[in-house]
C-alpha cells in the first residue's frame, strides 16, 4: 500500500457518496420522465395542442395551432370591451359606458347582501359544527365522524352547483344564492374553526369539567372566549371571498351581477362587460381593503 | 365561618334586585354591545324581507330540496358504456384542465415571483408595480376568464386551461414571492462570502431553500383548481362540470347526484395523494437538513 493513497475511511466514505449522488441522480429522472408523461397525457386531453381550420389572409383555408389561432381573436376581444372615450365628451361617453348604472347599483347591493347573508348563516352553522367536529372537544367518535364528513361534502362540491340545485328549489333570485353560498361556507369554516378549536388550551376547560359543567358549559366559557379572535377574522376573509363567489352566481339565476354578465357576454354588449367588471373590481378591492383594516383593529385589541 | 365586611348570599341578591344596572359591564359597553349586535340584525332581517324569503316559500323550497335529496338513494349506477365512457372522459379533462393550468400558470409566475420578492428585486416601485398586478390578475374570477377565453379559442378544456393558468399566475406569483422573502439570509451571506455574484447566490442560496416550499404550494394550489375545474364546464370550458349541469337542468337527479359523488371521491383522492407528497416534500427537506 502506497503512502499517498487514501485511508479505508475515505474510500468507504467515498463509495456510500457516489451511491447516495447516483440514487439521488435516479430519483430525478424518474420524477422528471413521470411529470413529462403527465403533461403529455393531460395535454392530449386538454386538447391543447388541437388543430383548427382558419382563413387565411389570401382567403384560402388552412390548418393552425387552436392557441395561435385563438390568441388574435382574444386580442380583438379584450380591444371591443374598450369603450371609447373623448376628453371633451367624457360625461356623455361614461353616461354611455355605464347606461344601464341605475340597474346595476341595485344589483350591486343585491350581491354584497348576499353575501352578508351566506357568511351570517355560513358563520352561524360552521361555528355551531365546529365544536363536534374538532378531535378533543367531539361528545363522541362518531358524532365528529358525521359532522366531518358533512363539512367535507359541504366544501368540496363548488357553489355554482349548489346554486344550480338551489334555483330549481327556491327559483330563481338571491334567495337560492344565499343557501348555496352559505352551505359552502359552511364547510370551509367549520374546518378553520375546528382547527382553532384543536389548537386551544385545554386547561380552562378542564377546570370547567372539574367544577361540574356539562359539555355546553366547557364549549361556552372554556373554548369559545379563546376562539373569539380568530374566528371573527376568519369570518371577514370569508365574507371577502363570499362576495366574489356572489358576484359570479347571477350565471345560475341565483342572484346579483352575474346574472348581468351573463347577458352581457351573450348579447356580445363588449363594453358593458368592461364596465361590470370596473364595478366588481372596485367593490371587491374595496372590500379588501376595509375588512383588512378591520381585522387588525381586532388583532390589535387582542395583542393588548 | 362570615367575614363581617362580606355581605351574605340574601343580601346580594336583594342588591342585585334593587339595582340590576350595577352588575356587570358598564353602560357605554352595554350599549357598545347591543348596537353590534343589533346592527347586523336588523340588516338580516332586512335582507330576508328584500329577498322575499317567506316562510311559506321557504317551507316549499325545502320540501323540494327533500324530493331532490331522495333520488341520491339507491344511487343512480345504471349509467350504459357510451355514458361511463363520457363520465370517465369528463373527469379525466377536469384532471387535466387543473394539471396543465397550475404547471402554465407556475411557469409564468416563478420568474414574476423573484421580481416581486423584497429580498430579490431591490426597487421599490418596481416591486410596487408588479405585487398590485398580481392583485389584479388575482380579482379575475376563473369563471369570467372562461368566458373570455371561450370567445377565442372556441367551447372546450382549452379555455378553462387557459382560465385556471391566468388566475394561477397572480395568486401562485404571491404566494411564491412571500416565500423566497421569508427564507433565511445566511446561505445568501455564506454565498455572497465566499465571492459569488449575485445570480451565484440565488442559484446556490435562495433555490435551494425555497424549492420544497414552492413545490408544496403549487400542489396545494392543484388540488383546489380541480375544485374549480369542475364547474368550468357550467360554462362549457371542459371537463365534468358540462354533464353535471346538463343532467341538472334536464331534472336527471339521481345521474347528477351519481356525478356529484363521482367528483367527491376524484377530490378525495386527489388531496389524498397531494397530502403525502406535500407531506415527502417537507419531510425531505428536513432530512437535507440534517445532513
Known amino acids: ?120 348563516l355560513g358563520v352561524a352553522g360552521g361555528f355551531i359544527l365546529s365544536f363536534p367536529a374538532a378531535r378533543n372537544l367531539a361528545p363522541s367518535g362518531w358524532v365528529r365522524w358525521l359532522t366531518r364528513r358533512y363539512l367535507e361534502i359541504a366544501r368540496t362540491v363548488p357553489e355554482i352547483v349548489f346554486a344550480l340545485i338551489f334555483v330549481f328549489c327556491f327559483g330563481i333570485g338571491p334567495l337560492a344564492g344565499v343557501m348555496a353560498i352559505a352551505l359552502h361556507s359552511t364547510g370551509s369554516l367549520g374546518k378553520l374553526y375546528s382547527e382553532a378549536n384543536e389548537n386551544i388550551d385545554m386547561r380552562p376547560v378542564e377546570g370547567v369539567r372539574a367544577a361540574g359543567g356539562t359539555w355546553f358549559d366547557q364549549i361556552r366559557y372554556g373554548v369559545v372566549p379563546q376562539v373569539l379572535p380568530n374566528t371573527l377574522s376568519y369570518t371577514l376573509l370569508r365574507f371577502e371571498i363570499n362576495v366574489r363567489s356572489s358576484s359570479i352566481i347571477g350565471y345560475v339565476g341565483a342572484g346579483g351581477l352575474g346574472e348581468e354578465l351573463r347577458t352581457a357576454v351573450s348579447l356580445q354588449e363588449y363594453t358593458d362587460l368592461s364596465a361590470l367588471f370596473l364595478i366588481i373590481l372596485a367593490t371587491v378591492f374595496l372590500i379588501d381593503w376595509a375588512s383588512e383594516k378591520l381585522r387588525h383593529r381586532i388583532i390589535g385589541l387582542e395583542a393588548i | 365561618m362570615q367575614h363581617p365586611r362580606i355581605p351574605d348570599e340574601k343580601t346580594v341578591a336583594a342588591l342585585r334586585k334593587a339595582h340590576p344596572a350595577a352588575f356587570g359591564p358598564d353602560p357605554a359597553t352595554r350599549r357598545r354591545r347591543a348596537l353590534a349586535l343589533a346592527l347586523p340584525a336588523a340588516l338580516f332581517l332586512w335582507c330576508l324581507w328584500d329577498f322575499d324569503a317567506t316562510p311559506l316559500r321557504l317551507w316549499q323550497g325545502f320540501g323540494r330540496l327533500g324530493e331532490v335529496l331522495s333520488f341520491m338513494l339507491p344511487p343512480h349506477v345504471g349509467f350504459d358504456l357510451r355514458e361511463l365512457g363520457e363520465i370517465a372522459r369528463g373527469l379525466g379533462e377536469t384532471l387535466s384542465i387543473a394539471f396543465l393550468g397550475t404547471i402554465l400558470g407556475a411557469m409564468v409566475a416563478l420568474p414574476l ?104 404550494i403549487t400542489l396545494y394550489n392543484f388540488e383546489s383548481n380541480v375544485r374549480s375545474g369542475t364547474i368550468l364546464g357550467i360554462v362549457g370550458a371542459g371537463g365534468i362540470g358540462f354533464l353535471l349541469s346538463d343532467r341538472i337542468k334536464a331534472f336527471r337527479w339521481d345521474e347528477a347526484w351519481s356525478i356529484i359523488i363521482l367528483i367527491i371521491v376524484m377530490v378525495f383522492i386527489v388531496d389524498w395523494i397531494s397530502g403525502k407528497l406535500r407531506e415527502h416534500l417537507i419531510r425531505g427537506g428536513a432530512d437535507t437538513k440534517i445532513e
Open chain 1, 1 to 120: 500500500m502506497s503512502a499517498n493513497a487514501p485511508p479505508a475511511s475515505l474510500a468507504s466514505f467515498q463509495r456510500a457518496f457516489d451511491l447516495h449522488r447516483r440514487r439521488q441522480r435516479r430519483q430525478f429522472w424518474i420524477t422528471a420522465l413521470l411529470l413529462l408523461a403527465a403533461l403529455a397525457l393531460t395535454a392530449e386531453l386538454a386538447n391543447f395542442f388541437q388543430v383548427t381550420q382558419v382563413t387565411l389572409p389570401d382567403g384560402s383555408r388552412g390548418e393552425r395551432w387552436l392557441l395561435g389561432a385563438g390568441l388574435p381573436r382574444l386580442g380583438d376581444y379584450v380591444e371591443k370591451t374598450i369603450p371609447q372615450l373623448g376628453l371633451s365628451t367624457l360625461p356623455q361617453d361614461l353616461q354611455h359606458w355605464f347606461w344601464r348604472w341605475q340597474i346595476w347599483a341595485e344589483l350591486l347591493l343585491e350581491t354584497v347582501l348576499i353575501a352578508f347573508m351566506a357568511t351570517v
Open chain 2, 113 to 216: 415571483s423573484f421580481l416581486g420578492a423584497g429580498n430579490i428585486n431591490r426597487l421599490p416601485l418596481l416591486r410596487f408595480g408588479i405585487r398590485r398586478g398580481f392583485d389584479v390578475i388575482r380579482s379575475f374570477e376563473t369563471l369570467i376568464l372562461a368566458l373570455i377565453f371561450i370567445r377565442a379559442f372556441g367551447l372546450g378544456p382549452l379555455a378553462g386551461v387557459l382560465a385556471i393558468a391566468v388566475g394561477e399566475i397572480g395568486v401562485l406569483a404571491k404566494l411564491y414571492a412571500e416565500a423566497i422573502e421569508n427564507i433565511s439570509k445566511k446561505p445568501v451571506e455564506g454565498v455572497t462570502a465566499a465571492g459569488g455574484s449575485r445570480p451565484q447566490s440565488i442559484r446556490f442560496g435562495v433555490l435551494p431553500q425555497v424549492v420544497p416550499v414552492l413545490l408544496s
